[in-house]
């Protein structure tokens, strides 16, 4: 009986979202959602400095309010939050009832829903106590970690990457290598003599890359190896913890909210300065929240980084301008490295002078130990985009409907027959394995596609710069980032737009060409094949 309630009522909820999706598509500001979450990024939540928060938070405590928001941003507005204001609109009359401190509510409120505020507040301190169990358990984890995995004793000039996986490491034996730490070793900018690289995956194996050894960390912090610091460390995490639990009675919960955080701050802050990283280096897959025992490692000498791998950018479609990523604007990353004059202006814009925006070589992030398919005469890399179910999109509330079924079936169509007019194969690199969280009409259509004559499927983690450079030109769905990897191999690349709906003069085509309509695709590709045939 619990399990069919629960299903009905899931199934109620979900058909409330999709309502208020399509009544917000449908009004006359389908895009009040995203304006509603640029101001939520920007609102400063009013947090009561004392004695206390000082006591947990030591010498970042003037960081506790950015990270705060960064960390609501990154853990409850998004997606979870649009969701609830979606079913607000689809079901008139619903309460809004959501994890929000007051001044979200103040503007979720003026924006014109409905919010309960006392059901808010409470279920922000229940929030507050899942995080303060969070904080225990991390806090617990990492004195067993001190207690019985007593680090190397070495000092050594290191860097560390954070949240890598095994795609991200070296290929063992491959001479040309497209993974992050080996982009790193090569990279003019890195740390000055550099003995190692270490990151968190859980592997045995070690790399020799030009005499820099890429080893498993276990940890992005490294243990203490004195007694004196572990007691320090226990009797601070019991004063703390104390703290947050008389602060979540009192209704204040931002210290328990902040725990974790903070437990990893003072780990951080108790670590003689020689055994932290000369830098570490954090990828974009996470480029809301910035940790909190980060502003300690930099006020150690630590270098701070945040790198992208890609240079996508939110793009322009039937003349309406995109919204920042919830958070964007609120990123206080010291150090940002990007590939793209546009990226990087798009970036400064956003976050403003404070961030060091450098521009880098194209970043190659991953790679696996699989083959290129071998495929003779004239080869165009074809990169896609797939739909996902509206199911996954509706809370996202993207700008615009581009990412369709039929634009993702029109683009494919459209490469495909030109290829075929002209004989050329098609490599194509499907951006991520195909899961239940995409289209199923689009999916049935891909397996047919893959299927056609000139289609060759290529292994979708395998890396995009290594399939560009084995092909003669790159066509891509706008707007990704190996339209610009294929500038940088000197590949002929085009986006194509087979909506004919985008806008040629936008930053976000990064400087590369972006052919509209199939006739005009038809005409690229023939330059290509006469220029295969003429050299």
């Not at 020799?208 to 203490?224: E, K, Q």
């Amino acid at each position: 009986m619990i399990r069919a309630w629960t299903k009905r009522s899931a199934r109620r909820k979900y058909r409330d979202m999709l309502r208020g999706f399509r009544k917000l598509r449908a009004s006359a500001s389908p895009n009040h959602i995203n304006k509603l979450n640029s101001e939520l990024t920007n609102e400063e939540i009013g947090i009561p400095h004392s004695f206390f928060e000082r006591f947990i938070f030591g010498s970042v405590a003037d960081r506790v309010e950015i990270c705060l928001r960064q960390l609501l941003l990154a853990k409850l507005a998004s997606r979870p939050l649009n969701t609830a204001l979606l079913r607000s609109l689809g079901r008139p009359g619903l309460t809004i009832r959501f994890p929000l401190p007051k001044e979200w509510i103040v503007l979720i409120q003026r924006s014109g829903y409905k919010v309960s505020e006392r059901s808010c507040r409470l279920m922000l301190l229940n929030f507050g106590v899942q995080r303060l169990f969070l904080a225990l358990a991390r806090f617990l984890g990492m004195l067993v970690n001190m207690r019985f995995k007593r680090p190397k004793t070495e000092n050594s000039r290191y860097v560390q990457f954070v949240d890598l996986a095994f795609k991200n490491l070296p290929i063992p034996g491959r001479q040309k290598k497209y993974d992050i730490v080996s982009w790193y070793v090569k990279w003019d900018g890195a740390v000055e003599e550099l003995e190692e690289i270490r990151h968190t995956v859980r592997t045995s194996t070690q790399s020799n890359l030009d005499g820099v050894i890429a080893r498993s960390s276990g940890t992005n912090i490294p243990g203490f190896q004195s007694m004196i610091l572990r007691l320090n460390f226990l009797a601070w995490g019991i004063g703390a913890f104390c703290v947050a639990a008389f602060s979540l009675l009192l209704a204040r919960p931002w210290s328990a909210i902040l725990l974790e955080d903070a437990v990893q701050a003072k780990a951080v802050n108790l670590l003689p300065s020689d055994k932290l990283a000369r830098e570490y280096l954090f990828s974009c897959s996470g480029i809301v929240k910035r940790p909190l025992w980060t502003y300690v490692a930099e006020l150690k000498g630590s270098v701070i980084s945040l790198y992208y791998y890609s240079a996508g950018l939110p793009f322009r479609d039937h003349g309406v301008d995109p919204h920042h990523e919830i958070g964007f604007e609120s990123m206080t990353w010291s150090r940002i490295l990007q590939f793209s004059d546009h990226q990087i202006r798009f970036t400064r814009a956003a976050v403003g002078s404070d961030v060091e925006v450098l521009k880098v070589p194209p970043i190659f992030f991953s790679d696996v130990n699989e083959q290129l398919p071998d495929v003779a005469g004239t080869k165009i890399a074809l990169f896609d985009s797939s739909p996902t179910r509206i199911s996954q999109s509706a809370s996202r509330i993207p700008d615009s409907d581009y990412r369709s079924v039929s634009n993702g079936t029109k683009f494919l169509e459209d490469v495909h027959h030109a290829c075929r007019i002209n004989n050329i194969t098609l490599l194509w690199k499907q951006k991520r394995a195909h899961s239940a969280r995409h289209n199923k009409q689009y999916l049935k259509f891909a397996k047919e596609f893959a299927e056609r004559p000139g289609v060759v499927l290529v292994h979708p983690d395998i890396a995009a710069a290594r399939l560009i450079e084995v092909c003669d030109a790159v066509v891509s769905i706008p707007y990704t980032s190996t339209g610009l990897l294929a500038k940088y191999f000197d590949k002929p690349s085009v986006f194509h737009d087979p909506a004919e709906s985008l806008d040629k003069a936008d930053e976000a085509n990064l400087g590369i060409p972006l052919v509209c309509g199939r006739k005009n695709l038809e005409q690229w590709v023939e330059r290509q094949a006469l220029s295969r045939l003429d050299t």
